[in-house]
Nanobody, 121 residues
Framework: QVQLVEFGGGLVQAGESLRLSCAVS????????MGWYRQAPGKQRDLVAT???????NYADSVKGRFAISRDNAKNTVYLQMNSLKPDDTAVYYC???????????????WGQGTQVTVSS
């Protein structure tokens, strides 16, 4: 089984920064694309940023220029540096990883438990 554990959420004021991290554990698996999603109260879960094993990134328009995703493949860890935070960034942030068993070719989605980010005005 693959497990994802997130760290780094909290309460900050508008304009401040936070850094989220997510460590993936589990033996016998290969980790592919990783990413961050977020869900605000009463809204659907939306993509924030993704990163491939080769380091190619993709961002939601609302966070471009403010957030930066990165990963350490040796540690199976993905990070999200969030700068210039706004109250609209308030949400539960979920880590996502595409994983496959080494003997298989099909990837499956795996999710963390979520970490709360609250930005006050």
């Amino acid at each position: 089984q693959v497990q994802l554990v997130e760290f780094g959420g909290g309460l900050v004021q508008a304009g401040e920064s936070l850094r989220l991290s997510c460590a993936v554990s589990g033996s016998g698996f290969s980790i592919g694309d990783m990413g961050w999603y977020r869900q605000a109260p009463g809204k659907q879960r939306d993509l924030v940023a993704t990163i491939t094993t080769g380091g190619s990134t993709n961002y939601a328009d609302s966070v471009k220029g403010r957030f930066a995703i990165s990963r350490d493949n040796a540690k199976n860890t993905v990070y999200l540096q969030m700068n210039s935070l706004k109250p609209d960034d308030t949400a539960v942030y979920y880590c996502n990883a595409k994983a496959r068993r080494l003997e298989r070719v099909t990837y499956f989605n795996s999710w963390g438990q979520g970490t709360q980010v609250t930005v006050s005005s």
